[in-house]
């Protein structure tokens, strides 16, 4: 089981990643094997692959529990009789509360048969043997229904990030015994998550395509793929010296292990590398991979819940729009979203100070969230009553200005109204449109502006979505846009739309927009583990933020230049925010063309193919920002 050590720490990191936890909540280590035996088993799939599946089952079998199942690429380890977690299920209290717990390596990952498809499309009208997620997944609930002792008819789903996604396909066409689905933190297309915001390439996420674009066509209980070495901790430097996003081809050449010996520099062995170089625009593959638009077949008989964090920098866009999608579709269905202060995966660890980054939220909000929430769901739908009167709203939610829970009946709240905010002159941002001038800044393709002042090799991004963005207002090439001191709360409830006009001397560019609650002067410190370097007094809090490249502002699937100097609109979606900015406190608005290294390099020229472009693609050009652009807000009365 050589590189185990790897495997966890990379499975955990895209879960859960690094936090402190509170031991008084957690069960000794041997909880698990004291309570639970467990059996590995291979699942026959309709068209013959074998899946590998672990099931934890109480000891005490004087009563019938429910199954809990997680489907993940990350690993069902520990792999090997005797050989158990030491923490199974979503949390300690549906542990504790009996349920048979059933871990399984999706098709083509570590112990399963078959070939692994990142993103696997579903197929809608499959043939007898034909297979996809949906099949798999309708085939294991099947198969554990009528073979595994002691469970009493009701099977549950979860998971956070990609074993997230596979909870949301748990739900399409499902097993007439799924009766619960917990899609958290759920991806829900790749082309507007994890590895691309709205087109753009997000490149902090480069040392993490190995692990899903390595072949495998056996199955193994070792590592058989390894991270990028970038042999230093300055990813900025490191990117911008690496130029073109061409040049780090040599990482996909798996054969080679000295980059620099490879021969053939468009080489590529990485089928995922392959797949996103090969498909810049939003064609047949990356809509066929995407699940969002399949929530119509997801059945009244499933309850389902969508949780997420607000500050999620992996899988933002999926959890809200899986939500969104089922509430469209699904007219008797049960289902609630739950957002909360957290990044990727925060809900699940066992903190009591819930802090994202530098920016501290509250104390035993996760905790809160384990025991009245999730724990309450599953029991209800898989132990209880199963009906609609679970005791939980339509959408629980956190205030991330105020740092308190609401309730609402339906997401967003109904007496929220639209708001239309200029990007004035002299930097500020007014309720009206006072002239339609142009601000112009230089966007050099050698001093992009940075998404952070950290100096580090991050394996994806995680704490830049609370970051003090002050170093960024300070950027000749950054516009700054904002309101006066507000002497009254001003409470966002629901999407942002950036409407900006916008004009560059170049054919190509990208807009990034972020949303920022100004901090009063006289802030107070309430963070001992915020940077050193960092004061709460002015803190410029990053609410939400987003890219466009572009040449996708009228389709992701037929991009197009802009016409030099052309004035021309861009529409951003920002996703949902819930956030008060509070009286004393001002709202910024902050407008760029470079995100570097969160985003790849845009060459400001237009080329058919920014994955192939060449190093004399990339130009400083001036771009133009006009005042009858417009923040859309949603505005909670």
Same mark, same amino acid.
């Given at each position: 089981?050589?590189?185990?050590?790897?495997?966890?720490?990379?499975?955990?990191?895209?879960?859960?990643?690094?936090?402190?936890?509170?031991?008084?909540?957690?069960? =000794?280590?041997?909880?698990?094997?004291?309570? #639970?035996?467990?059996?590995?088993?291979?699942?026959?799939?309709?068209?013959?692959?074998?899946?590998?599946?672990?099931?934890?089952?109480?000891?005490?079998?004087?009563?019938?529990?429910?199954?809990?199942? &997680?489907?993940?690429?990350?690993?069902?380890?520990?792999?090997?009789?005797?050989?158990?977690?030491?923490?199974?299920?979503?949390?300690?209290?549906?542990?504790?509360?009996?349920?048979?717990?059933?871990?399984?390596?999706?098709?083509?990952?570590?112990?399963?048969?078959?070939?692994?498809?990142?993103?696997?499309?579903?197929?809608?009208?499959?043939?007898?043997?034909?297979?996809?997620?949906?099949?798999?997944?309708?085939? @294991?609930?099947?198969?554990?229904?009528?073979?595994?002792?002691?469970?009493?008819?009701?099977?549950?789903?979860?998971?956070?990030?990609?074993?997230?996604?596979?909870?949301?396909?748990? !739900?399409?066409?499902?097993?007439?015994?799924?009766?619960?689905?917990?899609?958290?933190?759920?991806?829900?297309?790749?082309?507007?998550?994890? #590895?691309?915001?709205?087109?753009?390439?997000?490149?902090?996420?480069?040392?993490?395509?190995?692990?899903?674009?390595?072949?495998?066509? @056996?199955?193994?209980?070792? !590592?058989?793929?390894? @991270? %990028?070495?970038?042999?230093?901790?300055? &990813?900025?430097?490191? #990117?911008?010296?690496? *130029?073109?996003?061409?040049?780090?081809?040599?990482?996909?050449?798996?054969?080679?292990?000295?980059?620099?010996?490879?021969?053939?520099?468009?080489?590529?062995?990485?089928?995922?590398?392959?797949?996103?170089?090969?498909?810049?625009?939003?064609?047949?593959?990356?809509?066929?991979?995407?699940?969002? /638009?399949?929530?119509?077949?997801?059945?009244?008989?499933?309850?389902?819940?969508?949780?997420?964090?607000?500050?999620? !920098?992996?899988?933002?866009?999926? %959890?809200?729009?899986?939500?969104?999608?089922?509430?469209?579709?699904?007219?008797?269905?049960?289902?609630?979203?739950?957002?909360?202060?957290?990044?990727?995966?925060?809900?699940?660890?066992?903190?009591?100070?819930?802090?994202?980054?530098?920016?501290?939220?509250?104390?035993?909000?996760?905790?809160?969230? &384990?025991?009245?929430?999730?724990?309450?769901?599953?029991?209800?739908?898989?132990?209880?009553?199963?009906?609609?009167?679970?005791?939980?709203?339509?959408?629980?939610?956190?205030?991330? *200005?105020?740092?308190?829970?609401?309730?609402?009946?339906?997401?967003?709240?109904?007496?929220?109204?639209?708001?239309?905010?200029?990007?004035?002159?002299?930097?500020?941002?007014?309720?009206? /449109?006072?002239?339609?001038?142009?601000?112009? #800044?230089?966007?050099?393709?050698?001093?992009?502006?940075?998404?952070?002042?950290?100096?580090?090799?991050?394996?994806?991004?995680?704490?830049?979505?609370?970051?003090? /963005?002050?170093?960024?207002?300070?950027?000749?090439?950054?516009?700054?846009?904002?309101?006066?001191?507000?002497?009254?709360?001003?409470?966002?409830?629901?999407?942002?739309?950036?409407?900006?006009?916008?004009?560059?001397?170049?054919?190509?560019?990208?807009?990034?927009?972020?949303?920022?609650?100004?901090?009063?002067?006289? !802030?107070?410190?309430?963070?001992?583990?915020?940077?050193?370097?960092? =004061?709460?007094?002015?803190?410029?809090?990053?609410?939400?933020?987003?890219?466009?490249?572009?040449?996708?502002?009228?389709?992701?699937?037929?991009?197009? %230049?802009?016409?030099?100097?052309?004035?021309?609109?861009? +529409?951003?979606?920002?996703?949902?925010?819930?956030? +008060?900015?509070?009286?004393?406190? =001002?709202?910024?608005? /902050?407008?760029?063309?470079?995100?570097?290294?969160?985003?790849?390099?845009?060459?400001?020229?237009?080329?058919?193919?920014?994955?192939?472009?060449?190093?004399?693609?990339?130009?400083?050009?001036?771009?133009?920002?006009?005042?009858?652009?417009?923040?859309?807000?949603?505005?909670?009365?």
């Amino acid at each position: 089981m050589k590189n185990y050590f790897l495997i966890s720490l990379i499975g955990l990191f895209l879960v859960f990643g690094c936090n402190s936890t509170d031991e008084k909540t957690l069960p =000794k280590e041997t909880y698990v094997q004291d309570n #639970f035996t467990k059996n590995e088993v291979t699942i026959t799939m309709r068209d013959g692959v074998k899946l590998h599946t672990t099931i934890y089952s109480p000891r005490d079998k004087s009563v019938k529990y429910p199954i809990l199942m &997680q489907r993940t690429p990350y690993s069902s380890a520990p792999y090997g009789a005797g050989k158990m977690k030491t923490k199974i299920g979503p949390n300690v209290h549906l542990m504790k509360d009996g349920y048979i717990v059933v871990y399984q390596d999706v098709r083509g990952r570590w112990m399963s048969e078959g070939i692994y498809d990142n993103m696997r499309a579903y197929i809608p009208n499959k043939k007898e043997n034909e297979s996809d997620e949906v099949s798999d997944t309708y085939d @294991t609930i099947d198969w554990l229904i009528k073979n595994v002792e002691n469970n009493n008819g009701n099977v549950g789903t979860w998971g956070i990030s990609y074993p997230g996604h596979y909870a949301t396909i748990s !739900a399409i066409d499902a097993h007439p015994a799924l009766k619960a689905a917990s899609p958290q933190a759920c991806i829900g297309d790749f082309f507007f998550d994890d #590895f691309h915001h709205n087109g753009a390439f997000l490149l902090s996420y480069f040392r993490a395509i190995s692990l899903f674009g390595t072949y495998k066509d @056996t199955p193994t209980d070792s !590592a058989w793929y390894s @991270t %990028p070495d970038l042999k230093t901790q300055d &990813q900025y430097q490191f #990117f911008l010296d690496k *130029g073109p996003l061409k040049n780090l081809n040599d990482y996909f050449q798996y054969e080679k292990l000295d980059v620099s010996s490879a021969s053939n520099k468009d080489k590529i062995d990485d089928f995922f590398w392959k797949e996103i170089v090969e498909h810049p625009n939003y064609d047949s593959v990356w809509q066929s991979k995407g699940i969002i /638009q399949h929530m119509d077949k997801v059945p009244s008989t499933v309850a389902t819940m969508i949780v997420g964090g607000w500050f999620d !920098a992996e899988d933002l866009y999926g %959890p809200l729009e899986t939500y969104k999608g089922i509430e469209k579709y699904g007219k008797n269905n049960y289902n609630t979203l739950v957002f909360g202060p957290w990044d990727h995966g925060g809900w699940a660890r066992n903190s009591v100070k819930n802090a994202v980054g530098n920016y501290y939220f509250g104390d035993s909000i996760s905790l809160k969230f &384990q025991k009245e929430i999730e724990t309450k769901f599953f029991h209800h739908f898989l132990k209880g009553k199963g009906d609609k009167k679970s005791g939980l709203p339509e959408a629980y939610v956190y205030d991330s *200005g105020k740092k308190e829970w609401k309730s609402y009946d339906v997401w967003p709240p109904k007496n929220v109204v639209k708001e239309n905010w200029f990007l004035s002159n002299n930097q500020e941002l007014t309720a009206s /449109q006072k002239s339609s001038t142009a601000i112009q #800044f230089i966007s050099d393709i050698k001093r992009p502006v940075p998404y952070s002042e950290d100096i580090k090799t991050v394996f994806t991004p995680r704490k830049y979505m609370t970051d003090d /963005q002050r170093f960024a207002a300070r950027r000749p090439d950054v516009l700054v846009f904002e309101t006066n001191i507000l002497t009254a709360d001003f409470t966002l409830a629901g999407d942002i739309f950036a409407k900006l006009k916008v004009a560059t001397t170049g054919t190509a560019a990208d807009w990034i927009v972020k949303v920022i609650d100004v901090h009063p002067a006289d !802030a107070k410190e309430n963070n001992d583990k915020i940077q050193d370097h960092l =004061k709460m007094s002015n803190y410029h809090l990053m609410v939400r933020s987003e890219v466009m490249r572009g040449r996708f502002r009228n389709s992701f699937e037929f991009p197009e %230049p802009f016409i030099p100097n052309k004035k021309t609109e861009v +529409t951003i979606k920002l996703q949902d925010v819930f956030h +008060t900015f509070k009286k004393g406190h =001002k709202l910024q608005i /902050q407008v760029q063309s470079t995100w570097f290294p969160l985003i790849d390099l845009n060459p400001q020229t237009y080329v058919e193919n920014i994955y192939k472009a060449e190093e004399k693609d990339f130009k400083t050009q001036t771009h133009s920002v006009f005042t009858d652009s417009s923040i859309e807000f949603s505005v909670l009365k």
